[in-house]
């Protein structure tokens, strides 16, 4: 996905730190935005909105909720997909949040939701993330509480809205030939509360807050759903199987590795489970464990990229970069160059510290931060490489990058200036240095005239 200058522009707040699963923050995974992507692809189809101009996004959180802001942007929490048992139930949601966006709901939504976002990355669980973080945790995590009671406040559509939101997502799926059943079903458990294990009363209600339900809602959409040809149209079952595989990596990223041990236990020993498990084993630092889980999938399938990315992840996390080369390098052939999983692959050739693998990792993370910026990640570790070969003025610039991102304002136009003086003139690092210090400014600017 080309992850946007637009949406950069939206989310003028972003940072590098690793969030608390609380915390209101984008979740980058490469496997999940392919299955997002594709689980919405007909239905954008559908709304006749471009393809290309519609993002998906994950958010690190628990709660069960999914919402539209700015642009066009349907951002869904990672509790949602953890309450979902079928790709189907979610592609519900997509159709009924792709509904808000085509009937123009959100325009008085967009400041809430666009000030609430830092970025986490999925590949980066253990150390690194932790390293950078520095200072300003405690500060961060009480703007992000901040910022979810604000969404709460602000996300609530009108009764007049959830109903044209309703009946648009209907229109789409029917179109696009998906069945409701999903849809019905996951609407139905919401106003009935029936998540119990797992989630608090407030994680429950997120969704019915900012869409509220009714059981005339309910009953209109039952009504229109089994009219529709779709209806009894079977699920795809190729989304299926990639959706249960994401699901369990997402609870073994995110819940404490006994919970994921008892909900996926040993004795199962499919590829979804196994998943789980070789997160909950890589956060409890048991790397044998994680490596043979991993091991066993790709006995499984042994091209599969995210398999070998997971395999280079905790090799690359347990201080074995040489070993996670190979794994990493497959993985960005296979999914032609993928820019998280090539920024993972470019972060380990510097960790090894050998210097014939730097110029390989600068064309690799320069080729993964020009199809998507929004990896602060991916432009440390370019900066890293840049000063390692004495190249000041692309260091500086790639610093500045990763602090505008890291909401470090301050920091980035000093390390924009920096990069200015030594660029050559007109060029377009020079051009951009420039940029990021206006962006910067701005921000300060927005900062000040808040206090
Ligand atoms: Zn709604």
Known sequence: MQFLARFLALIAVVSLIAQPAAAQSILRDAETEALLDDMAAPLVEAAGLQPGNVEIVLINDPSINAFVAGGQAVYIHTGLIDA???????????????????????IRHSEGAGAATNISILSLLLGVGAALAGAGDAAMGMIMAGQRAALGKYLAFSRVQESSAD??????????????????????????????????????????????????????????????????????????????????KLFGYQKPPERTLQTYPETMSGVPARYARAYAW????????????????????PDDPYFLELKGQVLLESGRPEE???????????????PLIASMFGHALIAT??????????????????????NPFAWYQLGVVYAAK????????????????????????????????GLP???????????????????????????
């Open 84 to 106: 979902a048992e079928t790709a189907n139930e979610v592609q519900g949601v997509i159709a009924h949040e792709l509904g808000h966006i085509t009937g123009g709901h959100i």
């Open 390 to 421: 004495g190249d000041m003025p692309r260091a500086r610039l790639a610093s500045a990058e990763q602090q505008v991102m890291n909401r470090q304002y301050a920091q980035a136009i000093r390390s924009a200036q920096a990069a200015e003086a």
């Open 167 to 248: 009946a648009a997502g209907a229109e789409y799926l029917s179109k696009a030939g998906i069945s409701g059943r999903g849809s019905l079903a996951f609407f139905g458990k919401l106003q009935n509360q029936e998540f119990r294990y797992g989630y608090s009363q407030d994680d429950e209600a997120a969704f019915s807050r900012t869409h509220p339900l009714s059981g005339e809602r309910i009953a209109r959409l039952r009504e229109v759903y089994t009219r529709d040809p779709a209806w009894d149209a079977p699920d795809d079952a190729g989304l299926q199987r990639r959706f249960e595989r994401v699901k369990a």
């Open 353 to 374: 510290e050998d210097r014939t693998h730097f110029d390989e990792a600068e064309r690799v993370l320069r080729a993964a931060v020009g199809r998507d910026r929004l």
């Open 324 to 338: 996670a080369i190979e794994p990493l390098r497959r993985a960005t052939d296979l999914t032609r160059n993928q």
């Open 282 to 301: 890589h956060k409890d630092a048991q790397m044998d464990k994680a490596l043979a889980e991993t091991d066993a999938l790709l006995e499984i399938a």
């Open 425 to 451: 003139d007109g060029s377009p690092d020079w051009i951009r240095a420039q940029d990021i210090a206006l962006q910067a400014r701005a921000a300060l600017e927005r900062e000040r005239e808040r206090r």
